[in-house]
């Protein structure tokens, strides 16, 4: 079996267009995953770890290099070359992408945004209501908190909405950028323990944390950004 995902030779840089240089976000990205291992992204701050994770779900366009992904859908595709509509395809049905920030929509209530989130895979609405209870009780978000606006949530009920979202999708890939940053030792080890049940589930997840402490025993394999190399 071919591996999940392969990158090979990523690169990214951007134009810093008022004071008119080129920055190179990552170069020469290397790595193999495949089907249910986890890998964790290290690397100082500013080394590129979002920008990888972000030219896997395309929020940024590769410009160098490919992005071997092995979709259900579309067989090996190259991440860095497909079009905005088999993106968006896998995005809503095979890909998730988790951080600490949620994306509020005005007036949508937690259940709605993680029904919604069901209903774009085109699945019916009487499943959705379902996927979104199981969801939320799953990952412990206070039932009080389902039918009111995540824009007053904190940082961990956010999250716990957030990878709700993203879990109904029963996604093949899941990205996860720092989803604990902003949280306490408490609300870590819940995050920690939803990964070990993802990972039980046989997902395929990339993960960057800042805190090495909070990866150990986690990871299959870590990504060294700054020596490009798998550990
Ligand atoms: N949209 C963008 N426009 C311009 N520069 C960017 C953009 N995104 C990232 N960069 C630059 O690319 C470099 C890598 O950023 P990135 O956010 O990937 O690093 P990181 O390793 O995730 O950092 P941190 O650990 O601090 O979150 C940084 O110098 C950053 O300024």
Redesign the pocket.
Known sequence: MPPLLEVKGLGKS?T?HHLNKI?Q?VQNIEFTLNEGEFIGIV?K???????VLKSIYRTYLPEKGEVLYRSDKFGIVDLAQLSEREVLYLRKHEIGYVSQFLNVMPRTTARELVEQSVIEMGKPEEEARQAAIDALSHFELDPELWDSYPNTFSGGQKLRLNIACAIVKNPRLLLLD?PTASLDDASKLKVREVIERLKADGTTLIG?FHDLEFMDGLCDKVYDLQEKTLV
């Open positions: 951007f810093i920055m976000a690397g701050s500013g080394s590129g770890k979002s920008t720092e960057i």
